[in-house]
Every structure is written in structure tokens, then in C-alpha cells.
């Protein structure tokens, strides 16, 4: 049973729910809907309310499409109609007072996802001290389009605004804006560091997380390279009128036969971050060595077991993985090296591991290896039996969040997932945003990293030898 609790904020006051000592205020506005006159706009303030704004529901979501084929029987989907998708969600301590604070932003390859995904209920973090705060942006054609007279990142701008709007209203929920942590996973771990880049965002987070994110932006014209396509596909220019005159629901079925049957390593271009002077000047890979922020970074072993289904990893020969490492100037001894700590894998896992590590891992490692500030490297190894999955992309999530047991979870890890793994994880990460300490050491020359499987131990960096000959 829950109570109502209250928190009045610079444009209102909002009603709330209470239960079990975590107060959760939901579907917050941080910006104004951009939709209408805001539609390929920057983010524009919220407008303020008159009386009491009930928050007890997630707000809308931006518009997405679900997840097509095997990717969708793992991966949930909420659809929650409406034009109000810059939204926060909140919960609390029920007396917390200058707590800490965390930030999520959710992955979706920056065209899918949302905060209302029931795994990402920050009750644990709440129950833990921490004031936990979630968010929506612009996804896909409405978010990361490149345009010619129209603003670029337009989700990162949103991310931008909800961090400005945590920092100027998180003290109503009883959080700390001097302690503030960005943590995101895959997508929303690019836009942590895309944030970290930002001259102007960076001085509002005190800590980063960076789970499984791709770490480089694009020049604009690579990034853009979807949305040529797409206005090509629609006969439409790529400009803001022609995109502001084109539904969203038509910009979602033209994405959707442009990438049907794409993967990370080939077929049609994803969307992307954008090299752009007014949103992101420079390439987060190139600013995270610089900076002062303790971060904590991670990949999980096995992540290309989510993006290529069986059949697919079967499908990949000899001659199609020399095509793909030449493509991408990877050389022959690192092919070698890979058979070498991986002997039993065929070609096609063999081309999953190097997509890995080529797309998350050995950027990590580079970014860990060039901080002076603390830097701690983790690695999620336990193993789901759910059709061999292994560690796959975003097999952590569930236990981050302590909510392995969940339908969401169950569908990856199993319905006997290790307890003891996600109080192990979430306390790590709890431990980070209160201290910046996650209870391990600094990633350094040693390159000591954290390896969470069923048994969890500090370990030197794995596979070492074909990460560092990756380009």
C-alpha cells in the first residue's frame, strides 16, 4: 500500500507515492514537449503548472519501434503515447537530505528504449541512500537526425537539459547537486561520455558510469549518413521543414525497412553521435583521458551474443571474416591471437569477439590506460543458459538494478539467476556514487580489473595480447 508524498519544485508542486521507505515522483517535465513548433528544435523549458501535478505514471515515450526478430523475444519494449517524452522519474529515500545522487540514461542503439522499463526501477539504489533520477529523450529520426539547418544531438541536448534540470532541482527530493553521478549503459553510456565532453555539462557530474558504451563520435557526414538515406528513401530533402512535415510514425516505417537485417558491423548505418561545434566539439574517446572525473568503466565478455543471433555468427566463413578485418584494418596477427585464447570458438564466434572487443572493450582499455584520475575497469562474465547468451550486451542490467527476477530479466538470464551476483554489482555501483569507491582498485599499468561471475575476484585484464592489437 502507498502513500502520497509531495516535493515542490521551481515550476510546480507534484504528488507523489510513497512505499517502503522510497518516495517515487514520475513523469517529471524537465523540458517542454518537442513536438509542434519545438519539433528538430533544442530542447525549450518546461512550462510551470498551476496546483498540485499528480506524478504517480511514467510519462510517454519517445517515439520507437520494437525490437524486430530474435533481439525482440529478449528485449522488452513500452510504448506510452503522448507528445510530453522529456520526462524524469524520481525515487528517494523517504528522509534523505544532501544525498547522493545518480542519473541514468538508457541504451537502445539510440533509437529504442525507455525509462518506464520495469528493470530499471531505481528502488534499490533508493533503499541504498541513493536519490535515483531516470530520463527520456529524442530517439532516432527525432533525435540524432543530421540536418542541414537544424540542430545536431538533439538527444544529447535533451540528456543535457535533464542533468541541468537535476542539478537546479534535486535538492526538493532530498539529493545533493554537488553529488552527482552519470551512469548509463550501451547508448545512455555514450551519452554519459558525450556529457563528460561537454564543457558545459561536465561541471555538474562529480562521477561517471559507463556500461558497454561506444566511446567515438562521428564526423557529421559519417553520422548523417542515416538520415541521407532515409530522406532519399521518403524523396524528401535534409532539411527541418521536410523532416518537420514528415510524421513520425512514416520516419519509423522508412527506418525500418532501411535496417532491416543490419547488425553492428555492416548493413545499414545506425545513428550516431555527431561531431558538431554548438552540441559536441570533440570526440568523448579524445576528451575522457583529459579530465578529472573518477569513472567507472566496463564491457561485458561476451557482448556480441545479443547482436548476432545464431544462424548469423553460423553464416560467417573464412573469407567473409578476412573481408571484415581488412575492412577494418585489423590485422592478421590479432585474428591469431584470438584463436589462440579462444581455441574451441568457431569463425563466426571468432568474429563476435573481435566486434566486441573492436567496438567496446579495447576503446575502454585505451581510455583506462591514458587517465591520471581513478578509473575502475570491471568485466560482467556470468554466463546465462538462456540460448547461449553467455555474457551478452546488457546481461547486466538485471542485476545493476538488484532486479534479476523480473519477466524483462528472466527472458535473458534465466529464472535461477545468481542472488548473490546482484548485491554484489549493485553494491559496487552504490558504493562508487556515494564514494568513488566501488571497492576494488584503480584500473593502471597493472591493469587490475573486476570480474563478475559467479565468483567475483580482482583480476589482471584478460586476453590482454589481441586487445592491444586491435586498432
Not at 558491423?265 to 559536441?280: E, V, W
Not at 546465462?384 to 528472466?410: I, N
Request: charged share 20%; net charge neutral.
Amino acid at each position: 500500500m502507498s502513500d502520497t508524498a509531495t516535493a515542490t519544485i521551481s515550476t510546480g508542486t507534484l504528488r507523489g507515492t510513497t512505499s517502503d521507505g522510497v518516495r517515487r515522483f514520475l513523469g517529471i517535465p524537465y523540458a517542454a514537449p518537442p513536438f509542434g513548433e519545438n519539433r528538430f528544435r533544442e530542447p525549450q523549458p518546461a512550462a510551470s503548472w498551476i496546483g498540485v501535478r499528480e506524478a504517480t505514471a511514467f510519462g510517454p515515450t519517445a517515439p520507437q519501434l520494437p525490437y524486430a526478430g530474435a533481439i525482440g523475444e529478449l528485449l522488452g519494449t513500452v510504448r506510452i503515447n503522448g507528445d510530453d517524452v522529456l520526462t524524469a522519474n524520481v525515487w528517494a529515500p523517504e528522509k534523505a537530505d544532501g544525498a547522493p545522487v545518480v542519473l541514468w540514461i538508457h541504451g537502445g542503439a539510440f533509437e529504442r528504449g525507455a525509462a518506464a522499463l520495469p528493470t530499471y526501477d531505481g528502488a534499490a539504489f533508493a533503499r541504498a541512500g541513493i536519490v535515483f533520477v531516470s530520463i527520456n529523450y529524442r530517439l532516432g529520426s527525432e533525435g540524432f537526425s543530421v540536418l542541414d539547418d537544424a540542430p545536431r544531438n538533439l538527444g544529447l541536448q535533451d540528456a543535457a537539459a535533464a542533468l541541468a534540470w537535476v542539478s537546479r532541482e534535486i535538492a526538493a527530493f532530498g539529493g545533493s547537486p554537488a553529488q552527482v553521478t552519470l551512469m548509463g549503459e550501451s547508448a545512455g553510456g555514450s551519452l554519459v561520455a558525450a556529457l563528460l565532453a561537454r564543457d558545459d555539462s561536465r561541471p555538474l557530474v562529480r562521477r561517471a558510469i559507463i556500461q558497454s558504451g561506444p566511446l567515438q563520435a562521428q564526423s557529421a557526414s559519417k553520422a548523417g549518413r542515416v538520415t541521407a538515406q532515409l530522406a532519399r528513401r521518403l524523396g524528401i530533402a535534409t532539411t527541418r521543414a521536410a523532416f518537420a512535415a514528415t510524421t513520425s510514425d512514416r520516419l519509423l516505417e522508412a527506418r525500418r525497412v532501411q535496417s532491416a537485417g543490419a547488425s553492428p558491423m555492416g548493413g545499414a548505418p545506425g545513428f550516431q553521435l555527431a561531431l558538431d561545434p554548438d552540441s559536441l566539439p570533440r570526440s568523448p574517446h579524445e576528451v575522457l583521458p583529459e579530465i578529472e572525473t573518477p569513472l567507472l568503466i566496463g564491457t561485458n565478455t561476451d557482448e556480441y551474443r545479443l547482436w548476432f543471433p545464431p544462424e548469423a555468427l553460423d553464416g560467417i566463413t573464412r573469407t567473409k571474416l578476412l573481408i571484415a578485418r581488412l575492412a577494418l584494418r585489423i590485422p592478421g596477427r590479432a585474428e591469431r591471437a584470438y584463436r589462440a585464447e579462444w581455441p574451441e570458438a568457431s569463425t563466426g564466434e571468432i568474429f563476435g569477439q573481435i566486434a566486441t572487443d573492436f567496438l567496446l572493450r579495447a576503446p575502454a582499455t585505451r581510455v583506462a590506460l591514458a587517465r591520471s584520475a581513478p578509473t575502475h575497469v570491471y568485466e560482467f562474465a556470468w554466463r546465462s543458459p538462456v540460448r547461449d547468451l553467455r555474457a551478452a550486451h546488457a546481461m547486466e542490467l538485471g542485476f545493476v538494478f538488484q532486479r534479476a527476477h523480473d519477466p524483462d530479466s528472466v527472458r535473458m538470464a534465466g529464472l535461477e539467476p545468481p542472488r548473490a551476483l546482484g548485491l554484489e554489482m549493485n553494491g559496487a555501483w552504490t558504493r562508487f556514487i556515494a564514494s568513488g569507491d566501488p571497492g576494488w582498485e584503480p584500473f593502471g599499468s597493472d591493469r587490475l580489473t573486476r570480474l563478475f561471475d559467479a565468483r567475483t575476484e580482482t583480476v589482471a585484464q584478460r586476453r590482454m595480447e589481441s586487445l592491444d592489437l586491435l586498432p
